[in-house]
Each structure stands twice: as structure tokens, then as C-alpha cells.
């Protein structure tokens, strides 16, 4: 219990800094006596530039963690993330169709949402599908999948792009580019909407993952319903990496380091392991993407540069520090 | 350049054409022979041209045809500059020196009176893209480009011409910093031909929330869906002229 206090406090502080701090930054020099004022221009920037920037790179953050968390947990693999699954890419596949079709033409959200959503679910369920049958998957088999999907969803996306008109392949160029912009509060109000419950809902059966994450046998032999937990984890990965996505785009590596390093930091216990990945990955991203807004200036960098920047080296690293374990 | 061929009165001439020449009319029913960065060899070829005149492009399109036997003249079509000396360069090669002298003359006394009508100069952003009905997934118009050459030539300064790239990504914030006096904006839609009005109203209504913006305060926010602003050829001097009214004027 006093581990749990501690973890969830510095957890929450980290956090905490991450929202106070972050609007801090950005290429603007800012009187701040005239954040207060309305109608200053800097009163317009931290409220409509700033603020929803960092909200929606702790909830874009948190999901993506958090999804990694789940997907390990469920694939009993370190490497599992919403990337090197392809669920991500499944996302994207969804959205790129829908931009294409024409159903993000008017700006409305829906279909790309319920796009993006369908496309993560279904590369999960095809993942699961392979991993599951009383077999486990070598990490080797389960990333070759995942690379096999990526390669499969980059190729359709692709042909979309050059089927659609000239004007909707741009706007997919630029989807594609990704990254955390200044959404508006209802597009947040929607995404929050989505992703607290399906966290709360992880967060709350918490424990059945530490059962899970030994095995599904384990798991019934204690008297868990494990059909139905694991459903649970379809839908709520879906919609974490599904809802995420259909707004930034591809973020690459976002749910790989802090979900790592967490396991590294504080152990396998998901019942620490799930929020504290919420929390700590959203911060993770929101001081990404203050330097993506900063460094090139006036110029972005689209976040999804700086994770993978980071994110890409790491994995790396954890793959040679394994093969030296095993070999 | 098929708008060249045509304005040099060509037209009949022109064996085929890329699938982005919509203007004038007749282009539109010519042999299509792919795009920019995917042209179709074979259809080219097979139309058995006595010359590809094509743009400077990233493919190496020149080095291909001529590697099929065909005759290539690549031309630069980035700059104010680079369109002139085209006209002239594709007159002599077509034997219509005359015309071709004619036209740049137009075109360039055209230039002159715009340059000369610039009685005030104002601060402007053009944005070549964004999320329809948000102001969300922002591209700039950055330096050295071809767009900034023709506001600079009507008066206006783009803000954005300390930008890293050609055409930057930007942010909501670095727009409300900068606070351009006018803004322009082209959707995706104007290469899919979207409607005039429905697009004015997206853009006027989404930008009409932020009253933050001097170029929204005094309406000078102007959509423009229109080719000219796109496609590099003689009509750019008539783009220059609308810029000139939109940026002098005194707002919508």
C-alpha cells in the first residue's frame, strides 16, 4: 500500500508539472501578466493554442502507454506495443480509407473515428487470433506479425492515396505527418469521453492482468473468467489506440519507453503499472511534443519525429540487451 | 505548360497533356499521360511526340524519355523569371518567336503595373493547407517559393519567411503571434474543384471564430479556390492582380 502511495504520488507530480510547465514553453515570448486578459494576444494563445495542445498530448500520451501496458500484459511480451503490433497501423488504415472516401471532407469526426476504431480492433483481433490457440508466440513470431501487418496496412494506404483525388491525398499526406495540435476543447471533451472509461475500466481490473500476464491456465486454475477479460482488453486497446490515433495520427514509440521503463522502475504489478503508464506517458508526450513546437520554430516538428527519434534507439537497445540475456 | 502551348495558340498542336491541365477547356479533352511525380512512359510515348516539354521534377522524367529516343525540353517553372523565359524559350522552338515575344511583353508591362499599383504594403500568410472546418493541420507558404514571389510583387510580405522549409507546418499559436494583416487561404478542395460558395463558407465561418486575428478583425481573410493561384503558367499575372486588389483593398 505504501508502495502504491509513492508510485501514484510521484506519478501524479510528475504530471501535474508536465500540465503546468508545458504551456510554459513554445516559440512565443509571452508577457504572462496578460494571460489573464482577455483578448490579449496572450490570453489567445495559452487558452487556444497552448492549453488544448498539452491536454491532448497527456491524453493522447496516457492511451498510448497505457494500450502498450494492456497489449504486453495480453500477448505476455515485453515487446508489445500499439506499433509493433500494428494496431496503429490498422488505425491509420482506417482513417486514411475514411479520409479518402470523402467522410472527413466536411470536417465532421465521426467516420473517421468509427474508421480508425474498427481498423485498430480488427488487426487486434487478427493478432490474437494468431497468438492465441494455446500457442505463445516467440516475440520473434509475434513482431514478424506485426511487421507483416504494418507492411500490409503502409501498402493499402498507399493504394488509397493514389486512387483518391489530388486533394484528398494531400490531406491524408498530412494526417499521415501526424502529430499534437491545438484540437479544439470538443474535440478533447470527445476524446476524453472515450479513453477515461475504457482506462478506468483497465485501471479497476487491474489485478486480473497480473493473472493473465502469467497465463491464460494460471489464470482459470485461479478462478478467473478469462474469455471475457481478455474481450475486455480488445475493446479497450481498440479504443485507446483507435481514438488516439484518428486525432494525432501515427505516433510512432510513444507506448514503448515509459511503459519499459516503468517495468524496469517499479516491477510487473499492473495495478501500479496501468496508471502510473497513463500518467507518466501522457507527460512523456507533452514534453515531446514542447520541443517539437519549439526547436524548428516557426516550423514544426511533428511530435511523432521526437518519439521515434527516442523511442526507436530504446528499442533497439531492448532487443540487444535481450538477445545478450538468452544468447 | 500546356497553358503556355495554348496561349501561343498551339492548342491543336498539343498531342497530350498531364492529368492536372484543366485550363483552358480543350486541354481537358487531350490524350492523358500521367502526373507530375507518377507520368505514364508508355502513353507518352505512344502518342510519338516531336517534343516532351515537361517541368523540373524529382524523378528524372528528361533522362527517361531521352533514354527512349524522344526529343525533351525540361523547363523551371518556380519562379516569375522561370515562366517568362519558358514562353520565350518554347516560342522559338515552335517557330512562334512573334507570339511568344508578344505574350512575355504583355505579361511583363501587366508585372510593371502591378508593381507600380503597391501603394501599401501588408503582412500576409498563405496557407496551402488545413483540416476542413478546424484550424488544425496547418501548411504555410514558406520562403523562396513561388507563391510568395507574386504577394511580394503585390504588396505583400509573407510572415512566414523566416521558415525553415518551403512549406511549413504550422500552429495556431505562431499565427496568433505573427498576426498577419491578411490572410489567404487555399483548401485541399481547390484540386478537386469544390464548389466556390460552400468553401467560402467553410473558411469564413471557421475563421470568423477567432477575432484575435487583425486579418479576421478588419476581413481580410480570403479563400481562394480558385487554379490560378496553383498552377504555374501565364495566368500567374492575373494572380498577381487579385492579390493586388485583395491586399490594397479595404477588406471583403
Given at each position: 500500500m505504501k508502495r502504491f502511495v509513492v508510485v501514484m504520488g510521484v506519478s501524479l507530480a510528475v504530471t501535474a508539472m508536465a500540465l503546468v510547465l508545458c504551456p510554459l514553453v513554445g516559440p512565443t515570448a509571452m508577457d504572462w501578466r496578460q494571460v489573464g486578459v482577455a483578448g490579449s494576444m496572450e490570453h489567445q494563445i495559452f487558452w487556444l493554442a497552448r492549453l488544448p495542445r498539452v491536454l491532448l498530448a497527456l491524453l493522447a500520451g496516457g492511451a498510448l502507454a497505457m494500450a502498450g501496458v494492456l497489449f504486453q500484459a495480453m500477448m505476455r511480451d515485453a515487446l508489445a506495443t500499439p506499433d509493433t503490433l500494428g494496431v496503429s497501423s490498422g488505425a491509420s488504415l482506417g482513417a486514411v480509407l475514411a479520409i479518402s472516401l470523402g467522410w472527413a471532407d466536411a470536417g465532421r469526426m465521426g467516420g473517421l473515428w468509427v474508421?480508425?476504431?474498427?481498423?485498430?480492433?480488427?488487426?487486434?483481433?487478427?493478432?490474437?487470433?494468431?497468438?492465441?490457440?494455446?500457442?505463445?508466440?516467440?516475440?520473434?513470431?509475434?513482431?514478424?506479425?506485426?511487421?507483416?501487418?504494418?507492411?500490409?496496412?503502409?501498402?493499402?494506404?498507399?493504394?488509397?492515396?493514389?486512387?483518391?483525388?489530388?486533394?484528398?491525398?494531400l490531406a491524408i499526406t498530412r494526417w499521415l505527418m501526424g502529430g499534437v495540435d491545438a484540437v479544439e476543447y470538443r474535440t478533447l471533451g470527445f476524446l476524453a469521453l472515450l479513453i477515461l472509461p475504457a482506462a478506468a475500466v483497465l485501471i479497476w481490473r487491474a489485478g486480473d492482468w497480473n493473472l493473465l500476464a502469467v497465463g491464460q491456465e494460471w489464470a482459470r486454475a485461479k478462478g478467473l473468467d478469462t474469455g471475457a477479460r481478455l474481450r475486455l482488453g480488445y475493446a479497450a486497446g481498440s479504443v485507446l489506440a483507435g481514438a488516439v490515433t484518428a486525432i494525432t495520427g501515427p505516433i510512432g514509440f510513444a507506448g514503448l519507453i515509459v511503459p519499459h521503463a516503468l517495468r524496469m522502475l517499479i516491477g510487473p504489478d499492473h495495478r501500479l503499472l496501468l496508471p502510473a503508464s497513463f500518467l507518466l506517458g501522457g507527460a512523456f508526450l507533452a514534453v515531446c511534443d514542447a520541443i517539437g513546437r519549439t526547436v524548428f520554430a516557426p516550423a514544426e516538428l511533428p511530435v511523432g519525429v521526437i518519439t521515434a527519434l527516442l523511442g526507436g534507439p530504446f528499442f533497439l537497445w531492448v532487443l540487444a540487451s535481450r538477445a545478450t540475456i538468452k544468447g | 505548360m500546356t497553358e503556355i502551348l495554348f496561349a501561343l495558340g498551339l492548342g491543336d498542336r498539343v498531342a497530350g497533356v498531364s492529368e492536372y491541365c484543366r485550363y483552358p477547356a480543350e486541354a481537358r479533352s487531350k490524350p492523358k499521360t500521367g502526373s507530375f511525380l507518377q507520368p505514364n512512359l508508355e502513353a507518352i510515348a505512344a502518342l510519338r511526340p516531336d517534343v516532351v516539354l515537361i517541368i523540373r521534377n524529382p524523378v528524372r522524367l528528361g533522362a527517361r524519355l531521352e533514354a527512349m529516343g524522344l526529343r525533351v525540353r525540361?523547363?523551371?517553372?518556380?519562379?516569375?523569371?522561370?515562366?517568362?523565359?519558358?514562353?520565350?524559350?518554347?516560342?522559338?522552338?515552335?517557330?512562334?518567336?512573334?507570339?511568344?515575344?508578344?505574350?512575355?511583353?504583355?505579361?511583363?508591362?501587366?508585372?510593371?503595373?502591378?508593381?507600380?499599383?503597391?501603394?501599401?504594403?501588408?503582412?500576409?500568410?498563405?496557407?496551402?493547407?488545413?483540416?476542413?472546418?478546424?484550424?488544425?493541420?496547418?501548411?504555410?507558404?514558406?520562403?523562396?517559393?513561388?507563391?510568395?514571389?507574386?504577394?511580394?510583387?503585390?504588396?505583400?510580405?509573407?510572415?512566414?519567411?523566416?521558415?525553415?522549409?518551403?512549406?511549413?507546418?504550422?500552429?495556431?499559436?505562431?499565427?496568433?503571434?505573427?498576426?498577419?494583416?491578411?490572410?489567404?487561404?487555399?483548401?485541399?478542395?481547390?484540386?478537386?474543384?469544390?464548389?466556390?460558395?460552400?468553401?467560402?463558407?467553410?473558411?469564413?465561418?471557421?475563421?470568423?471564430?477567432?477575432?484575435?486575428?487583425?486579418?479576421?478583425?478588419?476581413?481580410?481573410?480570403?479563400?481562394?479556390?480558385?487554379?490560378?493561384?496553383?498552377?504555374?503558367?501565364?495566368?500567374?499575372?492575373?494572380?498577381?492582380?487579385?492579390?493586388?486588389?485583395?491586399?490594397?483593398?479595404?477588406?471583403?
Amino acid at each position: 500500500m505504501k508502495r502504491f502511495v509513492v508510485v501514484m504520488g510521484v506519478s501524479l507530480a510528475v504530471t501535474a508539472m508536465a500540465l503546468v510547465l508545458c504551456p510554459l514553453v513554445g516559440p512565443t515570448a509571452m508577457d504572462w501578466r496578460q494571460v489573464g486578459v482577455a483578448g490579449s494576444m496572450e490570453h489567445q494563445i495559452f487558452w487556444l493554442a497552448r492549453l488544448p495542445r498539452v491536454l491532448l498530448a497527456l491524453l493522447a500520451g496516457g492511451a498510448l502507454a497505457m494500450a502498450g501496458v494492456l497489449f504486453q500484459a495480453m500477448m505476455r511480451d515485453a515487446l508489445a506495443t500499439p506499433d509493433t503490433l500494428g494496431v496503429s497501423s490498422g488505425a491509420s488504415l482506417g482513417a486514411v480509407l475514411a479520409i479518402s472516401l470523402g467522410w472527413a471532407d466536411a470536417g465532421r469526426m465521426g467516420g473517421l473515428w468509427v474508421a480508425s476504431l474498427s481498423g485498430a480492433g480488427a488487426v487486434l483481433l487478427l493478432v490474437v487470433a494468431l497468438a492465441s490457440a494455446g500457442r505463445r508466440l516467440s516475440s520473434f513470431t509475434l513482431l514478424l506479425a506485426g511487421i507483416t501487418i504494418n507492411s500490409m496496412c503502409v501498402a493499402l494506404m498507399l493504394f488509397l492515396q493514389s486512387v483518391t483525388t489530388l486533394g484528398r491525398s494531400l490531406a491524408i499526406t498530412r494526417w499521415l505527418m501526424g502529430g499534437v495540435d491545438a484540437v479544439e476543447y470538443r474535440t478533447l471533451g470527445f476524446l476524453a469521453l472515450l479513453i477515461l472509461p475504457a482506462a478506468a475500466v483497465l485501471i479497476w481490473r487491474a489485478g486480473d492482468w497480473n493473472l493473465l500476464a502469467v497465463g491464460q491456465e494460471w489464470a482459470r486454475a485461479k478462478g478467473l473468467d478469462t474469455g471475457a477479460r481478455l474481450r475486455l482488453g480488445y475493446a479497450a486497446g481498440s479504443v485507446l489506440a483507435g481514438a488516439v490515433t484518428a486525432i494525432t495520427g501515427p505516433i510512432g514509440f510513444a507506448g514503448l519507453i515509459v511503459p519499459h521503463a516503468l517495468r524496469m522502475l517499479i516491477g510487473p504489478d499492473h495495478r501500479l503499472l496501468l496508471p502510473a503508464s497513463f500518467l507518466l506517458g501522457g507527460a512523456f508526450l507533452a514534453v515531446c511534443d514542447a520541443i517539437g513546437r519549439t526547436v524548428f520554430a516557426p516550423a514544426e516538428l511533428p511530435v511523432g519525429v521526437i518519439t521515434a527519434l527516442l523511442g526507436g534507439p530504446f528499442f533497439l537497445w531492448v532487443l540487444a540487451s535481450r538477445a545478450t540475456i538468452k544468447g | 505548360m500546356t497553358e503556355i502551348l495554348f496561349a501561343l495558340g498551339l492548342g491543336d498542336r498539343v498531342a497530350g497533356v498531364s492529368e492536372y491541365c484543366r485550363y483552358p477547356a480543350e486541354a481537358r479533352s487531350k490524350p492523358k499521360t500521367g502526373s507530375f511525380l507518377q507520368p505514364n512512359l508508355e502513353a507518352i510515348a505512344a502518342l510519338r511526340p516531336d517534343v516532351v516539354l515537361i517541368i523540373r521534377n524529382p524523378v528524372r522524367l528528361g533522362a527517361r524519355l531521352e533514354a527512349m529516343g524522344l526529343r525533351v525540353r525540361e523547363f523551371d517553372l518556380e519562379t516569375m523569371p522561370g515562366i517568362l523565359e519558358a514562353i520565350t524559350e518554347i516560342g522559338g522552338l515552335t517557330g512562334r518567336g512573334r507570339q511568344a515575344g508578344a505574350l512575355r511583353a504583355g505579361l511583363e508591362g501587366r508585372m510593371e503595373a502591378v508593381r507600380r499599383a503597391v501603394k501599401i504594403r501588408r503582412r500576409v500568410v498563405f496557407l496551402v493547407g488545413r483540416t476542413p472546418q478546424r484550424l488544425e493541420g496547418m501548411v504555410a507558404v514558406g520562403p523562396k517559393s513561388y507563391l510568395e514571389e507574386l504577394m511580394k510583387l503585390a504588396g505583400g510580405d509573407n510572415v512566414f519567411a523566416d521558415a525553415p522549409s518551403m512549406y511549413p507546418k504550422i500552429s495556431i499559436e505562431q499565427l496568433l503571434a505573427r498576426d498577419p494583416d491578411v490572410i489567404f487561404e487555399m483548401g485541399d478542395s481547390v484540386h478537386d474543384g469544390m464548389e466556390q460558395k460552400r468553401y467560402r463558407e467553410d473558411v469564413l465561418g471557421v475563421w470568423g471564430r477567432m477575432t484575435g486575428l487583425r486579418a479576421v478583425r478588419e476581413k481580410r481573410v480570403f479563400p481562394l479556390n480558385e487554379d490560378i493561384f496553383v498552377v504555374p503558367g501565364p495566368r500567374f499575372v492575373e494572380a498577381a492582380e487579385r492579390f493586388l486588389v485583395m491586399i490594397s483593398g479595404a477588406g471583403r
